[in-house]
T-cell receptor, first 115, second 114 residues
Framework: AQSVAQPEDQVNVAEGNPLTVKCTYS??????LFWYVQYPNRGLQFLLK??????LVKGSYGFEAEFNKSQTSFHLKKPSALVSDSALYFC?????????????FGKGTMLLVSP | DSGVTQTPKHLITATGQRVTLRCSPR?????VYWYQQSLDQGLQFLIQ???????AKGNILERFSAQQFPDLHSELNLSSLELGDSALYFC?????????????FGQGTRLTVV
């Protein structure tokens, strides 16, 4: 079964510092990986995806993610955190269900950026 | 704004009742997905429709059902509601079904069962 794990419930970082939100995956075959962000009382917003190609994927709002096949990881990164980045972040993997694609999400990591 | 519209935003109902949640996908998207988000279970995939037909099922209870109409909007029906059904229900849409593109999520319907 396809799955992703987010080992940290919460990540705390000071504004201006680099941030990393961790995700590891377990899939058979080539992984299709995604990051979404959820702000309070809002739906999930797509940040970026890895399908194939460069291991470093750039996304919205200055975020990027690094795909590492040997470590089965897809960590989300940003060089300089903003207070407005504080939100709940979800890693997800494409899952084939009856031949159709759905998303399986991790449990989420709360990112808190302090001023 | 993702382009996915969900109504109502909030719903409070009593145990044993039945409710219907509605979703309008982004223009041009054929796939609609329903997810349930709760504190203890996280984000759980419930069901997917593609161009009017059910395509994939996840952890959806038998008390729950969904459909997608010819105009591609979808409804999720929850019946014999229990306290544990209180959650945020999200609809998402995407262009394709088999070859995956990113899904776009609505703002959700917060269901409270009292």
């Amino acid at each position: 079964a396809q799955s992703v794990a987010q080992p940290e419930d919460q990540v705390n970082v000071a504004e201006g510092n680099p941030l990393t939100v961790k995700c590891t995956y377990s899939v058979s075959g080539n992984p299709y990986l995604f990051w979404y962000v959820q702000y309070p009382n809002r739906g999930l917003q797509f940040l970026l995806k890895y399908i194939t190609g460069d291991n470093l994927v750039k996304g919205s709002y200055g975020f990027e993610a690094e795909f590492n096949k040997s470590q089965t990881s897809f960590h989300l990164k940003k060089p300089s955190a903003l207070v407005s980045d504080s939100a709940l972040y979800f890693c997800a993997v494409r899952t084939l269900n009856s031949g159709y694609s759905t998303l399986t999400f991790g449990k989420g990591t709360m990112l808190l950026v302090s001023p | 704004d993702s382009g996915v519209t969900q109504t109502p935003k909030h719903l409070i109902t009593a145990t044993g009742q039945r409710v219907t949640l509605r979703c309008s996908p982004r223009s041009g998207d054929l796939s609609v997905y329903w997810y349930q988000q709760s504190l203890d279970q996280g984000l759980q995939f419930l069901i997917q429709y593609y161009n009017g037909e059910e395509r994939a099922k996840g952890n959806i209870l038998e008390r729950f059902s969904a459909q997608q109409f010819p105009d591609l909007h979808s409804e999720l029906n929850l019946s014999s509601l229990e306290l544990g059904d209180s959650a945020l229900y999200f609809c998402a849409s995407s262009v394709g079904g088999q070859s995956y593109t990113e899904a776009f999520f609505g703002q959700g319907t917060r269901l409270t069962v009292v």
